[in-house]
Nanobody
Framework: QVHVVESGGGLVQSGGSTRLSCKAS????????VTWYRQRPGEERELVAA??????GERIADSVKDRVIIFRHDNAVWLEINNLISEDTAMYYC??????????WGKGILVTVSS
């Protein structure tokens, strides 16, 4: 069974930066597609950024395009959010899709932006 695990997050200051990492317990992870989603309290889950690890193709939501970077490093996919604002406070979830189009979700990690 594949496990997807997010790490990072926590309490961060407004205007600062944070990095979240996503790892999967599969040796084929480097051929997968990884998407970061977030969900604010009372709102629906929304896509933040996605990365096709094998080809490097990426997609970043327009709402965060100037502040978010997604990249692969050290067998993980990282989400970097810069110039944090209160609206970035949310649960962040990693979704990984393997080469058979099966998807796996992490349990989520909380980012709280303090003013």
């Amino acid at each position: 069974q594949v496990h997807v695990v997010e790490s990072g997050g926590g309490l961060v200051q407004s205007g600062g930066s944070t990095r979240l990492s996503c790892k999967a317990s599969s040796s084929f992870f480097n051929n997968w597609a990884v998407t970061w989603y977030r969900q604010r309290p009372g709102e629906e889950r929304e896509l933040v950024a996605a990365l096709a690890i094998d080809c490097g193709g990426e997609r970043i939501a327009d709402s965060v395009k100037d502040r978010v970077i997604i990249f692969r490093h050290d067998n993980a996919v990282w989400l970097e959010i810069n110039n944090l604002i209160s609206e970035d406070t949310a649960m962040y979830y990693c979704n990984a899709i393997d080469h058979y189009a099966r998807d796996y979700w992490g349990k989520g990690i909380l980012v709280t932006v303090s003013s």
